[in-house]
């Protein structure tokens, strides 16, 4: 089924269900600590952190978890950290379960290692 056509950053976190809700939002403030000069639009009719014009990161809800997802070229250097702290990782993404707590420490470093590489390099999405 697909997720309804959100009409604003705000709609889209209202219309979460009550299990998704506290945890995007929490993911939401740490990406707003962690990227102070970004900026939060709805690309792909999800929360997109947009830096500069080049999207940073975007978050994803799904019925028994979320997830933050990079740029696959950039997160595959930190895939094998996200494993060795017991989360199942993807092609540019954690899978984050609502029956366990946000490993906000990783998530941290994951944010601000993201944030690193696009200063240096201006790395876009599609960048391989």
């Known amino acids: 089924?697909?997720?309804?056509?959100?009409?604003?950053?705000?709609?889209?976190?209202?219309?979460?269900?009550?299990?998704?809700?506290?945890?995007?939002?929490?993911?939401?403030?740490?990406?707003?600590?962690?990227?102070?000069?970004?900026?939060e639009v709805l690309h792909w009719n999800q929360p997109?952190?947009?830096?500069?014009?080049t999207r940073l990161l975007l978050l994803q809800a799904f019925k028994?978890?979320?997830s933050p997802r990079f740029p696959p070229h950039q997160?595959?250097?930190?895939?094998?950290?996200?494993?060795?702290?017991g989360f199942e990782a993807g092609e540019g993404f954690?899978?984050?379960?609502?029956?366990?707590?946000?490993?906000?420490d990783l998530l941290r470093t994951l944010i601000r290692v993201r944030l690193e590489e696009f200063e240096a390099t201006g790395?876009?999405?599609s960048q391989k």
Do not use: N
């Open 1 to 39: 089924m697909a997720m309804p056509r959100r009409e604003s950053v705000d709609d889209y976190y209202e219309q979460l269900s009550d299990q998704a809700r506290p945890y995007l939002r929490e993911l939401q403030k740490l990406c707003h600590e962690e990227l102070p000069e970004a900026e």
């Open 48 to 53: 997109t952190f947009v830096q500069d014009g």
């Open 64 to 66: 028994a978890h979320c």
């Open 75 to 85: 997160f595959a250097s930190q895939r094998a950290a996200v494993e060795a702290a």
């Open 94 to 104: 954690i899978k984050l379960p609502y029956s366990r707590a946000l490993p906000t």
């Open 123 to 125: 790395s876009s999405w």
